[in-house]
């Protein structure tokens, strides 16, 4: 009816259009069927349950950040030599698998991130053996190849650079892996035992779940690929893969493209947000 209309355009600042009324109105012996009275009276039943349930899994979520800040970033507690590959393994296991149930979570995934940054705990060790000596050492030859590398543009300028690093073998040999402590490097040989052999299926694993954590990072106001290129570099070394990786034209062509409809996407997304949210208050600027 006009008063209808009238009144969705004064809530919702627009109305269907005639087509879109009729599929209402052809759904509406459907909705006729559906006992409303009833269905919210089971949700209210039911609906202690529900926050009993998820009260339980916050719970869950907590007893994980407490156990990791208990244990720290030595394995030797939970009686893990990370030197011996089977044993390392085992652990790698274990905490891959707390990682993909914890960070089902869009809050867990920043704890998570916390972890990563701070390296506090196993979490944050997970993809370098549970050796916080390696990270520091990879992280900084890996942030000193990337130093200033902050937008596509700086990155078209510098593939053979990159490219040179990304397939470049025997890591092991570099000066500053040979300047770790024995036992980081054991930890090391270990992983390369592992990336090599019956830990390969793993090991992909847990550079894989970290790819959705690494990918917040790298959004934001300001562009910055640093953190997933970093990422890229470390799954490289670690893993010693024949396979290697190859940045080419083509790739920062392609990345030029995925940040400009991004960015057109993004704010497309925060325009129909802000109309769903205000639509009294939204109006679509018209020439006149």
Same mark, same amino acid.
């Given at each position: 009816?006009?008063?209808?209309?009238?009144?969705?355009?004064?809530?919702?600042?627009?109305?269907?259009?005639?087509?879109?009324?009729?599929?209402?109105?052809?759904?509406?012996?459907?909705?006729?069927?559906?006992?409303?009275?009833?269905?919210?009276?089971?949700?209210?039943?039911?609906?202690?349950?529900?926050?009993?349930?998820?009260?339980?899994?916050?719970?869950?979520?907590?007893?994980?950040?407490?156990? %990791?800040?208990?244990?720290?970033?030595?394995?030797?507690?939970?009686?893990?030599?990370?030197?011996?590959?089977?044993?390392?393994?085992?652990?790698?296991?274990?905490?891959?698998?707390?990682?993909?149930?914890?960070?089902?979570?869009?809050?867990?995934?920043?704890?998570?991130?916390?972890?990563?940054?701070?390296?506090?705990?196993?979490?944050?060790?997970?993809?370098?053996?549970?050796?916080?000596?390696?990270?520091?050492?990879?992280?900084?030859? %890996?942030?000193?190849?990337? #130093?200033?590398?902050?937008?596509?543009?700086?990155? %078209?300028?510098?593939?053979?650079?990159?490219?040179?690093?990304?397939?470049?073998?025997?890591?092991?040999?570099?000066?500053?892996?040979?300047?770790?402590?024995?036992?980081?490097?054991?930890?090391?040989?270990?992983?390369?035992?592992?990336?090599?052999?019956?830990?390969?299926?793993?090991?992909?694993?847990?550079?894989?779940?970290?790819?959705?954590?690494?990918?917040?990072?790298?959004?934001?106001?300001?562009?910055?690929?640093?953190?997933?290129?970093?990422?890229?570099?470390?799954?490289?070394?670690?893993?010693?893969?024949?396979?290697?990786?190859?940045? #080419?034209?083509?790739?920062?062509?392609?990345?030029?493209?995925?940040?400009?409809?991004?960015?057109?996407?993004?704010?497309?997304?925060?325009?129909?947000?802000?109309?769903?949210?205000?639509?009294? %208050?939204? #109006?679509?600027?018209?020439?006149?």
């Amino acid at each position: 009816s006009l008063d209808m209309r009238k009144s969705i355009e004064t809530r919702y600042g627009s109305a269907p259009t005639d087509e879109g009324a009729q599929a209402w109105k052809d759904r509406h012996k459907w909705r006729r069927e559906v006992d409303l009275s009833s269905a919210r009276q089971y949700l209210l039943q039911h609906l202690p349950t529900g926050d009993k349930r998820l009260q339980q899994v916050r719970d869950t979520q907590s007893d994980f950040q407490h156990w %990791a800040a208990h244990i720290g970033t030595e394995p030797l507690k939970l009686f893990i030599d990370t030197t011996h590959p089977k044993t390392l393994l085992y652990l790698q296991t274990i905490m891959l698998n707390l990682q993909i149930i914890y960070a089902q979570d869009s809050a867990a995934n920043a704890w998570l991130a916390e972890q990563e940054a701070n390296t506090s705990s196993l979490f944050g060790t997970l993809r370098y053996g549970f050796s916080p000596a390696l990270k520091h050492a990879l992280h900084q030859e %890996a942030d000193a190849l990337l #130093n200033g590398l902050g937008d596509v543009t700086n990155l %078209a300028t510098r593939i053979g650079e990159l490219n040179g690093v990304l397939n470049h073998q025997g890591f092991a040999d570099k000066p500053w892996m040979k300047a770790l402590k024995q036992p980081v490097q054991d930890t090391f040989k270990a992983l390369g035992e592992l990336a090599s052999g019956a830990g390969k299926a793993r090991f992909e694993s847990v550079l894989l779940a970290w790819v959705p954590i690494d990918s917040r990072m790298a959004l934001g106001k300001q562009q910055n690929i640093v953190a997933l290129l970093r990422t890229l570099l470390i799954g490289q070394i670690l893993l010693d893969s024949t396979a290697r990786v190859a940045i #080419n034209e083509q790739t920062v062509t392609k990345l030029k493209q995925w940040v400009s409809e991004w960015q057109v996407l993004n704010k497309q997304i925060s325009e129909l947000v802000r109309s769903w949210q205000y639509p009294n %208050a939204y #109006n679509t600027r018209q020439s006149t």
